[in-house]
């Protein structure tokens, strides 16, 4: 059973940075497509980041593309999420996801994954 633990969450000031990881437990994730999701309060769980199997292909909600970054290091058996320039509307628990894939396409879609981590809490203050 592959478990997945988000870690490196926390308080931070807007305009500073955090680097998400989520490490997997269980089984490699070399063989998954990975994605990075969010939930502000009282609203709707969203896509935020997504990294195909071989990592070559990523893609960004709008609201952070030029400011986050997906990247996965399968010798650590890690996905990060690189966090830059926040917000304060970047508060949210962020969770990670995976799908087992054997394609070089990365999902936007919840439904898509049927791995999910417990999520970790991200605070930006204003």
């Known amino acids: 059973q592959v478990q997945l633990v988000e870690s490196g969450g926390g308080l931070v000031q807007a305009g500073g940075s955090l680097r998400l990881s989520c490490a997997a437990s269980g089984r490699t994730l070399s063989s998954y497509a990975m994605g990075w999701f969010r939930q502000a309060p009282g609203k709707k769980r969203e896509f935020a980041a997504a990294?195909?199997?071989?990592?070559?292909?990523?893609y960004y909600v709008d609201s952070v593309k030029g400011r986050f970054t997906i990247s996965r290091d399968n010798a650590k058996n890690t996905v990060y999420l690189q966090m830059n320039s926040l917000k304060p509307e970047d508060t949210a628990v962020y969770y990670c996801?995976?799908?087992?894939?054997?394609?070089?396409?990365?999902?936007?879609?919840?439904?898509?994954?049927?791995?999910w981590g417990q999520g970790t809490q991200v605070t930006v203050s204003s």
């Open positions: 990294l195909s199997r071989s990592g070559l292909s990523t």
């Open positions: 996801a995976g799908h087992r894939d054997y394609s070089s396409r990365y999902y936007v879609g919840e439904s898509e994954y049927e791995l």
